[in-house]
């Protein structure tokens, strides 16, 4: 007899190899995008905070990094979107990275390029 409770377990084990990613597991991939910016660090951070990007955002900092952010995006199990931001001479670099999923890339927000 399948119940819902079986079901659900089922169905989230089959979505866990699509939307799971270790954080340390994706930053070991290669960047899919990178973007520069003459905007500060803290600038680009806020705002790729505040726009609507592909999950909750989580933003980790390092105090002996003051240099250097990452805001991995989270949605439910997994993190669709990892972007590292790295302060410059000019500004900002931004590094963008995505899970593999079978069958295609996962997209970046287009919109994220407003942050620019």
Known sequence: ?????????????????????????????????????????FEVERCLIESDGPGVPSVYRQPDRPDFTMIAYSQGIGVPLLVELSKTNT???IDIRTPRLPVR???IPSHFRTCL
Do not use: C, Q, W, Y
């Open 91 to 93: 500004g900002t670099r």
């Open 1 to 41: 007899m399948i119940t819902k409770t079986s079901s659900f377990i089922v169905v989230l084990a089959l979505a866990s190899p699509i939307s799971a990613a270790d954080i340390g597991k994706l930053r070991s991939k290669p960047v899919d995008l990178v973007l520069e910016s003459s905007k500060h660090i």
């Open 105 to 107: 890339k996962a997209n």
